[in-house]
């Protein structure tokens, strides 16, 4: 038996049993989980935490499942890593990458959303799983959905990276390439969602999904020895990991798992999509939709559902919003490589050149400490790269012409 009493309206508060559904039908608002916090608080605490294996499921009690977890058995507690190069780079003293680069089969933090998604799906007797993607989430509903043995309908823009492509059809989905962008991409799934009884996992089970990024709050928190950051630097897309990292450190600290509660919350943008950012440096709460164009496509959501609850988020706990150009995101991946030996893709290239500017700008402390989170891997994003690399030295096969390019080196 899980710990969830039901969904509930973000806006008008109405409540709803648990169901694969998404929206008020009273005011059109989002739907959330709703947790019994004094039942779970008597059932979870750390030395239960740590006896567990090590994997996103070790929090299960905190997230919407009613069985035993079914998916993403080896997904999660990826890697908190103490960044001292960077820092002394960034002239702070305390910083640590969240490495959701790693350990995820898919490379990407959206692991995290699809394990619970489709645990949900298969619980409520889903045989077809789908998603609207910027990429990453294609490649982990592909992989996890093969292993799930469900059958797979991934929707993507057509201009994705053809090294994205390739990693969505390697599990052979059925891959539908949208002549568009995501958010018209998004708009013909919620409408297929409406028409075909599948579970799109950010559509009609998005309560669920969403829920699943909490998972990498709780690390980050248990990882630090059980204590909130002072500052945490989220990439926005939707903005839905944002609220979810939030949320994973209040639950922590209602449920006593942490006594201590002042962290900031900062959003991370590509200044080509950059509605969050945008509203948060205006000072106001209204999302103004916009056409991405920036080489973050994984993060390029011009019209962020949660885009409202994020600048919400960054406001009350005292952050603040930040955007990058193209190039500044380059030199982010280049020298989180170069300190670090870490390759993110453009989302973390994002996350570490806005943490440089809010380091800059006084907004991050010398003396904080600061959990940087990056969400996907290099590996996915290199033609973001081309042209911007230092090159090979190309030589035939004898001592000489080797011992000319040494004598060039310094
Ligand atoms: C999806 C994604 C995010 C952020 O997603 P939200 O929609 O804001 O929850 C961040 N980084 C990467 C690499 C992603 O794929
Ligand atoms: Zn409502």
Redesign the pocket.
Same mark, same amino acid.
């Given at each position: 038996m899980g710990f969830v009493e039901g969904l509930k309206c973000r806006e008008c508060g109405r409540e709803y049993k648990v169901d694969p559904i998404y929206v008020c039908e009273f005011c059109f608002g989002p739907l959330e989980a709703v947790y019994d916090y004094k039942k779970i608080k008597k059932s979870l605490n750390r030395k239960k935490i740590l006896q567990r294996e090590k994997n996103l499921w070790r929090y299960k009690e905190l997230l919407p499942i009613d069985g035993e977890p079914q998916v993403g058995l080896n997904s999660g507690f990826t890697p908190l890593v103490e960044t001292k190069n960077l820092a002394r780079e960034l002239g702070v003293k305390t910083l640590y990458v969240k490495d959701d680069t790693v350990v995820h089969p898919t490379l990407?933090?959206?692991d995290r959303v699809v394990a619970v998604a489709l645990t949900k799906a298969k619980e409520f007797g889903f045989d077809t799983v789908a998603c609207a993607s910027? %990429?990453? /989430?294609a490649h982990s509903v592909s992989a996890h959905g093969a292993k799930a043995g469900l059958k797979r309908f991934i929707f993507i823009p057509a201009t994705l990276e053809a090294s994205k492509i390739t990693a969505a059809l390697i599990y052979e989905p059925n891959l539908i390439a949208v002549d568009g962008n995501y958010d018209d991409v998004n708009r013909l799934c919620s409408e297929i969602a409406n028409k075909y009884k599948w579970a799109f996992v950010n559509i009609n089970i998005r309560p669920f999904y969403a829920e699943g990024?909490k998972t990498l709050g709780f690390e980050i928190v248990e990882q630090l020895g059980w204590n909130a950051p002072d500052n945490v630097v989220v990439?926005?897309?939707? %903005?839905? /990991?944002?609220t979810k990292v939030w949320k994973s450190f209040k639950e922590f600290h209602e449920i006593g798992v942490i006594k201590k509660l002042e962290t900031k919350v900062f959003a991370a943008q590509a200044q080509g999509c950059n509605p969050i950012a945008a509203a948060l440096k205006s000072h106001t709460d209204v999302i103004r939709p916009m056409k991405p164009n920036t080489i973050a496509k994984?993060?390029a959501?011009g019209n962020?559902a949660?885009g409202y609850y994020a600048v919400k988020v960054v406001q009350e706990t005292g952050g603040c919003g930040e955007e990058v150009t193209d190039q500044e995101i380059i030199d982010g991946i280049k020298l989180l490589a170069r300190t670090e030996g870490i390759f993110a893709?453009t989302?973390g290239g994002v996350t570490v050149a806005v943490t440089k500017k809010l380091i800059e700008n006084g907004c991050i402390g010398k003396n904080d400490t600061t959990v940087i989170c990056v969400?996907?891997n290099g590996l996915k994003t290199q033609e973001a790269l081309n042209g911007q690399m230092l090159k090979a030295h190309y030589i035939p096969p004898n001592m000489e012409s080797f011992e000319e390019v040494l004598s060039n080196i310094k």
């Open positions: 990407s933090f959206k910027t %990429g990453n /989430l990024s990439p926005c897309a939707s %903005g839905s /990991l944002l994984s993060l959501i962020p949660d893709e989302a969400t996907g």
